[in-house]
């Protein structure tokens, strides 16, 4: 049996779809199940049960020795919400008390960090243990990821097999719900369906001209394709980047949009809103060096195979993965 928090999530479901595409169907779901627009994710999708997010700890307890593996990647991931709280409950303690259940009953645990926990990159984006006490996050979300992070890295008892991941710019299939936190593919792509045009942030630093804000965007099928390796190779416990490796532009990624639709360009600037102008990431890239040494091998795909991809076989069909 094989655990997913988060199933009803982006990254979530599409592990679902992994496991199910590699012959595993053990699988238990767990998240909320409220959002009528999450729950189309895991629609036709091969799977033994749901469990609420609420019930899982106890849950756990009770059926551990049925479980061979733990994938938490259910979270609260706003990076505009400012309630402390609500991500010290759904992210901070809730991992802990995951964790600690873990360790109790001899369970790998692969679980969702964020390159959030960057902040404007100061130390650097490689994934050195060391520099994570250091790392200064730009918001709330960030926080919770790097304190939990930084909590795991000093815990006495650990599962045997644990790994953090730090999920950089994820696109791709089954964000359909995610709102103004969906990739900027998505938003890209129904802009410019709507309207013929793709309104991008203005950049407000001066080393960086419009649409030329860089980010580590990585396709999630790549992202499960990691996730998948590391259900096996039990080992090496740690944590790791997972970005493509390349930063690319802003303007790249609507550019190869536009090309996907074979549209146009046509792609005009507006001011960054208020609300993140100041905790704003102009470039991250993660370094993919430590995964690599691990012997992860395969390649991962390039801005230009994702966009067309996730364009052509899913957002213009409204499909799912």
């Known amino acids: ?26 699988v238990i779901l767990v998240d909320d199940f409220s959002n009528p627009g999450k ?3 895991f629609e036709g999708k091969r799977y033994s049960g749901q469990v609420h997010r609420d019930d899982f700890p106890e849950w756990l307890r009770r059926n551990q020795l049925l479980v061979q593996f733990v994938f938490h990647i259910g979270a609260r991931t706003d990076t505009t919400e400012t309630d402390v709280e609500l991500f010290d409950r759904l992210n901070l303690n809730y ?21 959030a926990t960057y902040g404007l990159g100061e130390h650097g984006y490689d994934d050195d243990e060391n520099k994570i006490p250091l790392l200064k996050p730009l918001n709330p979300y960030g926080d919770s990821k790097n304190e939990f992070d930084k909590w795991a890295l000093v815990q006495e008892k650990k599962p045997y097999f644990w790994a953090g991941l730090k999920f950089f710019n994820v696109y791709g299939p089954n964000e359909y719900h995610k709102g103004r936190m969906a990739s900027v593919i998505f938003h890209t792509f129904n802009q410019i369906k709507n309207t013929g045009t793709m309104k991008l942030f203005q950049s407000h630093h001066p080393d960086f001209r419009d649409g030329e804000q860089m980010r580590d965007f990585v396709y999630v099928k790549d992202v499960i394709d990691v996730l998948y390796f590391l259900m096996h190779h039990r080992k090496d416990s740690g944590v790791y980047n997972l970005g493509s490796g390349s930063a690319r532009t802003f303007l790249d990624l609507a550019k190869n949009t536009f090309k996907a639709l074979e549209r146009p360009v046509d792609i005009s600037f507006i001011p960054t809103p208020e609300d993140i102008r100041e905790k704003y990431q102009y470039f991250t890239e993660a370094s993919m060096e430590k995964l690599r040494s691990i012997g992860y091998p395969k390649p991962f795909h390039t801005l230009e195979e994702g966009v067309a991809d996730y364009v052509k076989n899913y957002l213009s069909k409204g499909s799912y993965l």
């Open 1 to 26: 049996m094989i655990i997913v928090t988060g199933a009803a999530g982006f990254i979530g479901s599409c592990l679902v779809q992994k496991l199910n595409d590699e012959g595993f169907y053990d």
């Open 39 to 41: 729950n189309k994710n």
């Open 95 to 115: 991992t802990k008390e995951v964790w600690n259940i873990c360790v109790e009953f001899g369970l790998p645990l692969v679980y969702a960090s964020s390159a």
